[in-house]
């Protein structure tokens, strides 16, 4: 990657400036047809492809599917009201068509049963009719009062078959640092309402909106932030949460390359997982070195430091029969062990086997046409391909049978 860009996209991350709607500095370089859709020359699986479906779609993050319809957000960067709701028909492979515009930092959507989209934007989630001829007034507050401040004030979200609907807070911090290598103690924003650094659980089955989030129970909290989530067909949920940075700062003995892993875990109700007191297998975060972590609840797996996992999904599609009731994870992350898609296998009661293994690799930056991957959000077509949104790189893209 070019230094400058590299330099950007690290800001972008790291620091919530107000970037602007980000597209690839050049189009991806295409060779051949991936089902349709020109080729990308990245390493997939045996049997698949990715193909190239819209491009310089500004920052795209969310994706969700209504039959042949692909609805994406465009959050429009670090800015406020410069998002836009995005629709595709990939059976015309036509270009984007812009829905909504002026939108508040939208960054997760959902397609209901009944055809809806739900949408979170800064502070709340908004339910909205794409088939209305009026769009913006067919949006309906959801969920509100979701915190807005510090360093993780995107929401995610995933959604049961019994109605139920699982939001992401993230930590307002990086580990409740008070000052370089300092922490508070207690942390207070744990303690806050609701609590950073938690999923809660939302009842759509309820007669009156909005539900206000400072009134919803927590599912599980210490959780730092949980951008990907999946809920199993036995309606447990499954989080990939994405760490702290920076730990060498608080202890110059750990390595800030390799710890501390990003987390994968299948969450028990009213659990707690241990941010900022702990990490990896309930070790003692170096700023809380007397805290005994024997009373929080360790991942289910550990997954590569830094992956920064941001959307994830259980593949129950018919046309890739080797990914069949795998869990398909992005690594978002810009350092090596990122910029890439994974799958993990689950056994009869979807609880993992193995370890994640590399199911699109080779995404990294090289000159002329081939930038770093971005993958973000993850939706099943009813054709069974996977359709993929990058931000960095302001793509539409799809996993295909080859």
Known sequence: MRPAFFLRNVLCTFFLLA?????????????GTCAGFPRLDVKVAKGMCMGLVADHIGFARGVAAIGQYVYVLDM??????????????????????????????????????????????????????PAAKDLLGSAQDIVINLPTTGRH???????GADGALYINVGSATDNCESGPGKADSPCPEIKETPPRASVLRANLTAA????????????????????????????????????????????????????????L??????????????????RASPEYPGFDCRSKIAPSRLLPAHA????????????????????????HGYRATGHRLVSLALNAAYQPVGEPRDLVAGWNYRHGGYPMGAPVGLATLDDGSVVITEDRNGTLLRLAPD
């Open 19 to 31: 970037c602007g709607a980000a597209s690839a500095e050049s189009s991806y370089r295409t060779s």
């Open 76 to 129: 429009g960067g670090w800015a406020n009201k410069r998002g836009r709701l995005l629709r595709v028909d990939i059976s015309k492979k036509g270009a984007p068509e812009v829905l909504l515009s002026k939108l508040d930092m939208p960054n997760a959507i959902i397609a209901t049963p009944d055809k809806k989209l739900l949408v979170s934007m800064h502070g709340r989630i908004v339910r909205i009719d």
């Open 153 to 159: 004030p995107l929401t995610a979200m995933v959604l």
């Open 208 to 263: 009156h909106f909005p539900l206000d989030a400072r009134a919803l129970p927590v599912h599980a909290r210490g959780l730092r932030n949980s951008m990907a989530l999946a809920l199993t067909p036995a309606g447990t949920l499954i989080a990939a949460t994405n760490s702290r940075d920076a730990i060498n700062a608080a202890d110059p003995k750990l390595s800030d390359e390799e710890l501390p892993h990003d987390t």
């Open 265 to 282: 875990s299948w969450l028990a109700a009213g659990a707690d997982y241990g941010w900022p007191y702990c990490f990896d297998q309930l």
């Open 308 to 331: 920064a996992p941001l959307g994830m999904l259980i593949y129950n599609g018919k046309s890739m029969p080797a990914l069949s009731g795998h869990l398909i994870i992005g690594y």
